[in-house]
């Protein structure tokens, strides 16, 4: 059924003046002129069949049926004003960003600083998709990827964000009970394997131990075997991403310079595609900050430097 109701700008010409008390302050509001408004009363007056204002010799005063209608008015347009509110904001403010990534990168590294991305651009909502299968960005809801290999994919554009550098960590404490003091000492021990086995072949090649050295621990893959490392369970293989972190709080060590290049960490979208506003900026922040990691990473593993004469940090850190 259709509604039949007066016009909406003499209804909201009369809230005004009723609500500001002044034809004047009203016109002011609404950015009309004093006659407009005057006019759209009148049209009201008419319509209803009752005077909405009584001229006196100081001015105008609302009536009984004025100051009823004008609270009714005066509710509904704050109802409309909140309901319009609540539906633009998020379209014409807040920006959505599908983010999918590596598992064990955003449980992490990325996941913990997601509030500082946050804090610097609150009108961007992430929505993060861990998983390890490759998204097809012609036919899902996905903006950007975070893909960890060699930055070979298809129907994608890649821009590589960092290296994976493979080191050997274990806690402190473990190290403390099993202590090595060359690689070949890690014949025998408890060693917690990757369930990708080329992980440990290429690190015990480049440690020069290659088939005298066997992973014989339990078998995890990525953040488990670093919690498994960090629980004292045995010496574990992580890329310098992943276990940074722990490094820096000193929850890991890592008892050998030995640092193995492998693959990487690549920032993917869809081939061709425009770059949304949103992924841009995120792009920008997470470079950014990987930078910045990195940096802190390499001045943590740097030799210590006392006045002129350099000296190297102990095996231990």
Same mark, same amino acid.
């Given at each position: 059924?259709? +509604?039949?109701?007066?016009?909406? /700008?003499?209804?909201?010409?009369?809230e005004?003046?009723a609500?500001?008390?002044?034809?004047?302050?009203?016109?002011?509001?609404l /950015?009309?002129?004093? *006659?407009?408004?005057s006019?759209?009363?009148?049209?009201?007056e008419?319509?209803?069949?009752?005077?909405l204002?009584?001229?006196?010799?100081?001015g105008?005063?609302?009536?009984?049926? $004025?100051?009823?209608l004008?609270?009714?008015?005066?509710?509904?347009?704050?109802?409309?004003? *909140?309901?319009? !509110?609540?539906?633009?904001r998020?379209?014409?403010?807040?920006?959505?960003?599908?983010?999918?990534?590596?598992? !064990?990168?955003?449980?992490l590294?990325?996941?913990?600083?997601?509030?500082?991305?946050?804090?610097?651009?609150?009108?961007?909502?992430?929505?993060?998709?861990? !998983?390890?299968?490759?998204?097809?960005?012609?036919?899902?809801?996905?903006?950007?990827?975070?893909r960890?290999?060699?930055?070979?994919?298809?129907?994608?554009?890649v821009?590589?964000l960092?290296?994976?550098?493979?080191?050997?960590?274990?806690?402190?404490?473990?190290l403390?009970?099993n202590?090595?003091?060359?690689?070949?000492?890690?014949?025998?021990?408890?060693?917690?394997?990757?369930?990708?086995?080329?992980?440990? /072949?290429?690190?015990l090649?480049?440690?020069?131990?290659s088939?005298?050295?066997?992973?014989?621990?339990?078998t995890? /893959?990525?953040?488990?075997?670093? *919690?498994?490392?960090?629980?004292?369970?045995?010496?574990?293989l992580a890329?310098?991403?992943?276990a940074?972190?722990?490094?820096?709080?000193?929850?890991?060590?890592? &008892?050998?310079h030995?640092?193995?290049?492998?693959? $990487?960490?690549?920032?993917?979208?869809?081939? $061709?595609?425009?770059?949304?506003?949103? *992924?841009a900026?995120?792009?920008?922040?997470?470079?950014?900050?990987?930078?910045?990691?990195?940096?802190t990473?390499?001045?943590?593993?740097? &030799?210590?430097?006392?006045?002129?004469? +350099?000296? +190297?940090?102990?095996?231990?850190?």
């Amino acid at each position: 059924m259709a +509604r039949r109701l007066p016009p909406l /700008n003499a209804l909201k010409a009369f809230e005004a003046a009723a609500r500001l008390s002044s034809f004047s302050r009203a016109a002011e509001e609404l /950015n009309v002129t004093h *006659a407009a408004i005057s006019r759209h009363i009148r049209t009201l007056e008419s319509e209803f069949r009752t005077p909405l204002f009584e001229r006196t010799g100081r001015g105008v005063v609302l009536t009984e049926a $004025g100051q009823s209608l004008a609270q009714e008015l005066t509710k509904g347009f704050d109802l409309i004003a *909140a309901a319009s !509110s609540r539906f633009a904001r998020p379209s014409r403010r807040r920006k959505r960003l599908v983010v999918t990534s590596d598992v !064990s990168f955003a449980a992490l590294w990325l996941v913990p600083r997601l509030g500082k991305f946050t804090e610097l651009h609150p009108g961007i909502d992430i929505v993060l998709d861990p !998983s390890h299968r490759l998204v097809d960005f012609a036919k899902e809801d996905v903006d950007i990827g975070i893909r960890f290999g060699g930055g070979e994919w298809s129907g994608v554009d890649v821009r590589k964000l960092a290296d994976a550098g493979l080191m050997l960590v274990s806690s402190p404490k473990f190290l403390a009970d099993n202590p090595l003091s060359a690689p070949a000492d890690l014949d025998g021990a408890l060693l917690i394997q990757e369930t990708a086995k080329e992980c440990w /072949n290429a690190w015990l090649t480049a440690a020069g131990i290659s088939g005298r050295v066997v992973p014989s621990g339990p078998t995890l /893959n990525g953040d488990l075997a670093l *919690a498994a490392a960090e629980a004292g369970q045995g010496f574990a293989l992580a890329d310098q991403i992943q276990a940074g972190d722990a490094l820096l709080a000193k929850r890991l060590v890592r &008892p050998f310079h030995i640092v193995v290049s492998r693959q $990487g960490y690549y920032l993917v979208s869809r081939a $061709g595609a425009k770059t949304p506003d949103a *992924a841009a900026v995120f792009e920008t922040w997470l470079t950014a900050e990987l930078r910045t990691f990195e940096a802190t990473l390499a001045a943590y593993f740097a &030799p210590a430097v006392f006045g002129t004469k +350099r000296v +190297r940090k102990p095996p231990i850190t």
